[in-house]
């Protein structure tokens, strides 16, 4: 379980899975990631992952927690942001992230939105 995704910087997010399930559980590896088009998962977009790091496994007991961290290439500017690359930004109200054989729902905790350039995001590996 996950509830938002903490703003760590201008582009970049730390989001921090719980397992609240019945029993320990292992995380292996890196997270999928995909924009949720108007807020629903099931018109969302995938993002590419850049994996950063060394993917180890980790379990996790009940009640324990894991972190993974999404670095977006950021937009420029003020209200009417641009891409560096010259390309449109694109902007979401949500993202889905992909980690124990399902997907979960975020936004960011300050309740604005995601706003990206390229459709790629930089991802730690669970620790």
Request: a positive charge.
């Amino acid at each position: 379980m996950a509830n938002s995704a903490e703003r760590v910087g201008a582009a970049a997010v730390r989001i921090t899975v719980i397992n609240d399930g019945p029993k320990p559980c292992a995380l292996r590896g890196f997270p999928t990631v995909a924009l949720a088009g108007q807020g629903s998962p099931d018109k969302n977009e995938p993002l590419g992952v850049v994996r950063d790091g060394t993917a180890r496994s980790v379990t996790l007991p009940v009640g324990g927690r894991a972190t993974t961290q999404l670095s977006f290439t950021p937009v420029l500017g003020e209200a009417d942001g641009f891409c560096k690359s010259g390309a449109t930004p694109t902007v979401a109200p949500s993202l889905v992230l992909g980690v124990g054989g399902g997907g979960l729902q975020l936004s960011p905790a300050d309740g604005g939105d995601f706003a990206l350039c390229g459709n790629s995001v930089r991802a730690t590996a669970f620790r």
